[in-house]
């Protein structure tokens, strides 16, 4: 009768690849998508060249509002006038939680009147909004 050596024995254990690919996937589409919800708040503009803040934080900015060198008010890829732009403010400003909570992003073209721009400034002012941030290009 012939004994089988047990120390000779090699164990291999296999590794099911399937769920850490299907975390890769997710992971490639999340920032995929997020990428392109990013790129659908910011319309191209020339900005002001400026220094601008000196934080090394950057806060969320609740609204974007892009005003274009036509003095167009854009939001979200929508063309706005200005008591539809009242009227998105307010909502924002409830879903926000209150005027304090929320503070707006004003990119505004370098070649954009700068009436059409004191105009959307004192919209939201209005609304008692007063941490209004305008977007700057730091210049070289």
């Given amino acids: 009768m012939q004994f089988r050596n047990s120390r000779n024995t090699i164990r291999t254990v296999a590794i099911d690849m399937t769920?850490?690919?299907d975390i890769v996937?997710?992971?490639l589409i999340f920032f995929l998508v997020t990428a392109q919800m990013a790129q659908q708040t910011r319309a191209t503009l020339?900005?002001?060249k400026e220094k601008g803040e000196e934080t090394k934080e950057t806060e969320q900015a609740g609204l974007t509002i892009n005003v274009l060198a036509d003095g167009s008010v854009v939001v979200n890829d929508e063309v706005l006038s200005y008591e539809a732009l009242d009227r998105l403010v307010d909502e924002a400003v409830a879903r926000a939680g209150g005027v304090n909570e929320l503070k707006p992003l004003v990119r505004a073209d370098r070649n954009c009147d700068a009436a059409k721009l004191n105009e959307v400034f004192n919209r939201l002012s209005a609304r008692g909004l007063s941490a209004?941030?305008?977007a700057t290009e730091r210049s070289r």
């Fill in 46 to 48: 020339d900005l002001p």
């Fill in 25 to 27: 996937f997710q992971l």
């Fill in 19 to 21: 769920p850490m690919i």
């Fill in 132 to 134: 209004i941030r305008l």
